[in-house]
């Protein structure tokens, strides 16, 4: 007879919140270490060595010691790093605002031609003033990151810091050429911890004193550090254990938000939901919760990379393999995670107001020109117009629908060609100042109560 191990686990629950995409870029393999040159840490002195090609600037080499009495932020980057471009005219304004008492420095392993190029191009870097490290090897060699943005504060000839691009603001600048004392997380791109090869909670030991088939448990647990680089996840997986005949499921480091999303993706199918989109969007959510900050990130509110050390958790469960499915698997985790974290999270029916977007006669003046050569002037907002170009309509809806305090906005023109529009409108939410710069092209957001599906999360404890 089999001795039966049961084991009885307490939530270690630490407040959760949700996490937004970071626009970041895995360069892992693009870059070569030189021979010789060692990865420097927190602490460590930078080398003096010359900078061979540096373009937007009159001066094209220069030397790392030109910089030692200088705030020196090291910014990794690329051309295929959306939000490392999206951050250049930040980094160009604060180096505006702090003049010689800082060096904002991006730097790319890409080619002076490539970079050149795009840089006049594209509507974010063209006029900017910063210079860029161009074919770059040393920088990535004393400095090994496999994620872009990737930022490197040197502050008289000594590394400080190594964060993400979020730090990179005008207030810790400040902290820094005041003297302050500075404890952020650092980033770091190679942890080696594998949940797929090893139980973080190492309770699968006790299935070697016992029958593996009946060990059974689920438990959360706070945010671990070592596991993960930039303090997001540190992956998720089911692990199929044929020689003890056991399934472990687990996810690490996420946010509870998002650790419900992936669970119920694959425990429904979205095409059966009522909602404007098949993906994700903010009004998608009712919090029937009291601060539903623990579970849902706020960039406004704190630096992400914190955020998560406060607020992430771990899960694993262990339970005999039945030959359940990834769908049944996913069923489990998430009446586990009810369970621990005194939650019930659930897609739901719901009679709610909704605005369907119409077209109220022809399309005539809807028709786009098509004559957009850069994807990003696509969509621009410049002066207070938001200017849509060869574009579904779609679109527009995506845009309303990414603000959660509007409600759910169906597309019903029935218009499948691309369009142009002229916008001008205070905010997205703005439904009356919507609905008077659509009625130019013949579009209106009219209301009607319809049954949809709605993302809710409701304490129970």
Not at 34 to 58: E, H, M, Q, V
Not at 129 to 152: K, M, W
Not at 271 to 283: G, R
């Amino acid at each position: 007879m089999h001795k039966k191990i049961t084991l009885t686990l307490v939530s270690i629950f630490i407040q959760i919140s949700t996490i937004t995409a970071q626009q970041t870029l895995n360069i892992s393999g693009k870059t070569k270490p030189i021979a010789g040159l060692s990865n420097l840490n927190i602490g460590d002195s930078l080398p003096d060595f010359s900078i061979p090609k540096i373009i937007n600037t009159p001066k094209s080499t220069a030397k790392t010691s030109e910089f030692k009495e200088q705030l020196l932020i090291i910014d990794f980057w690329s051309i295929y790093c959306s939000g490392c471009i999206e951050a250049l005219p930040k980094m160009n304004a604060l180096q505006k605002l702090f003049g010689n008492k800082i060096k904002i420095l991006p730097v790319t392993y890409e080619s002076e031609a490539l970079v050149s190029e795009f840089w006049k191009k594209n509507r974010n870097t063209k006029g900017l003033g910063l210079p860029s490290v161009v074919e770059d090897q040393i920088f990535a060699s004393y400095f090994r990151h496999q994620t872009i943005p990737h930022e490197v504060w040197i502050y008289k000839g000594k590394v400080i810091a190594i964060t993400t691009s979020q730090y990179v603001d005008e207030p810790n600048i400040r902290k820094v050429l005041n003297g302050e004392s500075i404890k952020w997380p650092p980033k770091n791109d190679f942890y080696q911890f594998d949940g797929n090869k090893e139980s973080l909670f190492k309770l699968q030991d006790a299935a070697s004193k016992a029958n593996a088939t009946h060990l059974k448990y689920a438990i959360t647990g706070a945010y671990k550090e070592g596991v993960n680089s930039e303090g997001l996840s540190g992956g998720v997986g089911i692990v199929r254990d044929s020689i003890h005949k056991t399934v472990r499921t687990f996810f690490l480091n996420q946010d509870i938000y998002t650790a419900y999303l992936l669970n119920w993706a694959k425990k429904i199918n979205p095409y059966q939901l009522v909602k404007p989109s098949f993906s994700n969007i903010p009004n998608q959510v009712v919090w029937e919760v009291e601060d539903k900050s623990r579970y849902f990130y706020d960039p406004k509110t704190s630096y992400l990379a914190e955020w998560i050390r406060g607020n992430g958790i771990c899960f694993e469960s262990l339970n005999p393999d039945t030959g359940q499915t990834d769908k049944e698997i996913a069923s489990t985790t998430i009446t586990d995670m009810n369970l621990l974290l005194g939650l019930n999270v659930r897609w739901e029916k719901r009679k709610e107001k909704v605005l369907l977007l119409i077209l109220k006669r022809g399309g005539e003046k809807l028709k786009s020109s098509n004559n957009i050569k850069n994807k990003e002037d696509h969509l621009v907002n410049k002066n207070g117009i938001q200017y849509f170009r060869s574009l579904p309509l779609s679109t527009l809806t995506y845009k309303l629908n990414q603000q959660k305090e509007n409600p759910y906005v169906f597309d019903e023109t029935n218009y499948n060609e691309a369009v142009d529009l002229d916008l001008k409108i205070p905010s997205w939410t703005d439904i009356p100042a919507i609905r008077k710069a659509l009625a130019k092209y013949g579009l209106d957001l009219i209301e009607e109560e319809r049954m949809v599906d709605k993302f809710v999360f409701t304490t129970t404890k």
